[in-house]
């Protein structure tokens, strides 16, 4: 069943649309002036991407993968993540570790790991949900890409978009 809104019923002054048109210009004034003389804090027109905005503690950018200090992938492949992600970004193709490998306590790695940045809505439930801190949202907003493909992000991005992230626990160091 399609809604229909109805057209407002202007006055005769809104009619005239000048009024509305110098509003706004006395904004758009108001502002340029302030930029001219006024402080520097004040400024609204920030100069992209040459300057950046300061984005607050906590801000949710895109989802990346870490390693351990010691340079070990801290995902083990539980694949929580993959399960609680409301749009289904996250894909996991979990591997076996080696019996010879220095983790193989560690049992499980992901093979494959891909997040769909075209579906990911920066939840961070993630985040969240991850036992070992192995997936985190970083300060990354300024995604962009040329093709859809671009934007699929890999196991080897991830890793290097997260970077290393310190952990203190060490729980899958060899005893
Ligand atoms: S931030 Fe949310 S939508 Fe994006 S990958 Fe994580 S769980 Fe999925
Ligand atoms: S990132 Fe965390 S929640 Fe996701 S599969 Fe790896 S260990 Fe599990």
């Known amino acids: 069943m399609p809604l229909v809104v109805p057209r407002p019923n202007l006055t005769w002054w809104e009619k005239l649309y000048l009024p509305a048109f110098w509003k706004g ?3 758009t004034a ?6 001219l003389f006024g402080r520097r804090d004040r400024r609204v027109v920030l100069e992209y991407p040459e300057q950046k ?3 607050k503690k ?10 351990d200090q010691d340079g070990r992938e801290k995902c083990v492949s539980c694949q929580l993540c993959e ?8 894909k996991i193709w979990p591997e076996e570790i080696p019996a010879n490998d ?8 992901p093979l494959r790991f891909e997040i769909d940045m075209l579906r990911c809505i920066y939840c961070q439930l993630c985040e969240e949900v991850c036992p070992e801190m192995a997936i985190f949202l970083r300060d990354d907003y300024s995604l962009t890409g040329t093709s859809r493909a671009e934007l699929l992000h890999d196991k080897e991005k991830l890793l290097e978009m997260g970077g290393v992230m310190q952990d203190g626990i060490l729980k899958w160091n060899k005893k």
């Open 30 to 35: 108001r502002h340029f002036v302030r930029m």
């Open 102 to 109: 220095l983790h193989a306590k560690v049992e499980k790695r």
């Open 25 to 27: 210009f006395l904004v």
């Open 83 to 90: 399960f609680i992600c409301p749009p289904r970004a996250i």
């Open 53 to 55: 905005r300061v984005l």
């Open 58 to 67: 906590g801000y949710r950018g895109a989802p990346t993968l870490v390693r």
